[in-house]
Structure formats: C-alpha cells, structure tokens
C-alpha cells in the first residue's frame, strides 16, 4: 500500500481542500444560475431542453409563487 514518506504541511493542505471547495461552488453558482433563467424564460441558446419539460416548471413554479 502506498504511504507518504513524510507529513503534508498544513498549509499544502488548506489549500488543496480551498481548490475544491471553490470548484464545487462555482459549480453550484453555475447550476442555480442556469436554474433561475430556465425559470425567468431567458435561456441560453448553448442549453438543450424539453419544451414539455418546461411548460411543466413554469406551472409548478406559479403554484410555488
């Protein structure tokens, strides 16, 4: 089994687990953005959707309202 040959500094370690943290945000800031247009009706033209799809979430978000 593999095992490091010495200690990681702390400081190599907050910064790896920064990186991830702020990948997995820009992810989720990507997500809701994309949530939000697909609600307001402003879609991009790069996304790819069911029309059917989305008349149903326009319904469900009125009833939400």
Not at 26 to 39: M, W, Y
């Amino acid at each position: 089994m593999a095992v490091p040959k010495k200690r990681q500094s702390k400081s190599k370690k907050n910064s790896r687990a920064a990186t991830w943290i702020n990948k997995a945000n820009k992810q989720a800031k990507f997500a809701f953005s994309l949530a939000n247009s697909i609600l307001k009706g402003k879609i991009n033209s790069s996304f790819i959707y069911n029309i059917e799809n989305l008349e149903k979430i326009k319904d469900i978000s009125k009833l939400s309202n």
